[in-house]
């Protein structure tokens, strides 16, 4: 009976020693699990810092006149670009971000950029993702002439280039534009010139705001240049194709 009651014990210690050993590799794969939810926490984390850094950098530079009408200016909607601009010349220095590149001292690299059209943001505005988005609807006002909000898409890739484990995100920017056709009107004065423009069907705008104030359109020689000895106005037609017109100037930002 002793010798039975020592085996019992011994056998009762050996399953104790199954379950405890079946309780570590639970406990393993559970810490195992929790350290890779929190490292992918912090991932996760660390993109969005660098994508807000990202976004707020683009946001910085098209709010200047000079870099986003060196970059947009005609331009034309559903055109990919290859790099964003700093300057209309820029010998001197790189360009602010260039597809196929790193941005600056970001692990991230610039994907794409596009000027998205019309049938893409429809696309967007369908998946429900990206609230807010409007299609392009230049103005025909002669107040607000070819003002319109384009959609710049910029896609980054974080890790290897196109290689195993790279992750893509985007980002959409609203950007305010003067859309249309811009055609120089040409004739011996600046009222035959600006009746021609009428004619038309565009409104003659300053040359360097591309406003189309009622100044630049009564019969004076008001917004005009002389050009081989005739008079020049620069004509902006603004129609319902919206795929025929170019980006010609950068506006101010909403406030």
């Known amino acids: ?9 011994a056998g009762m210690g050996l399953m104790e020693v199954v379950v405890a050993l079946g309780l570590s590799g639970v406990l393993v794969v559970v810490l195992m699990q929790l350290s890779k939810q929190q490292t992918d926490q912090q991932k996760s984390a660390m993109r969005n810092i660098e994508l807000t850094e990202i976004q707020q950098k683009f946001v910085g530079m098209y709010s200047g006149q000079t870099a986003c009408d060196a970059t947009f200016a005609y331009v034309k909607m559903g055109e990919t670009l290859n790099e964003f601009r700093v300057a209309e010349i820029q ?5 602010f971000a260039q597809v196929g590149e790193p941005f600056q001292a970001l ?7 596009k000027v998205l059209s019309n049938v ?9 993702k990206y609230p807010g988005l409007s ?28 290689g195993i484990g790279a992750q893509v995100t985007q980002k959409i920017f609203t950007i305010p534009v003067i859309m249309g056709k811009l055609e120089p009107k040409t004739d011996m ?44 106005v620069q004509c902006l037609i603004v129609d319902s194709n919206v795929d025929d017109m170019s980006i010609l100037k950068c506006r101010a930002l909403k406030q």
Request: glycine residues 8%; proline residues 4%.
């Open 135 to 162: 299609a392009v609807a230049p103005s025909t006002a002669q107040a607000n002439l070819g003002h319109a909000d384009i959609q710049f898409r910029v896609k980054f890739n974080r890790g290897a280039r196109g």
């Open 91 to 95: 010998y001197d220095q790189p360009p």
């Open 120 to 128: 893409e943001i429809n696309e967007l505005m369908a998946s429900g």
């Open 189 to 232: 004065t600046a009222v035959d010139a600006k009746t021609q423009c009428h004619n038309a069907g565009g409104f003659v705008v300053d040359p360097t705001t591309l406003e189309a104030t009622s100044t630049c359109n009564d019969l004076t020689d008001d917004c005009a240049e002389e050009t081989g000895g005739q008079m020049e």
């Open 1 to 9: 009976m002793f010798r039975q009651k020592k085996l019992d014990q």
């Open 107 to 113: 692990k991230v690299y610039i994907e794409e950029m």
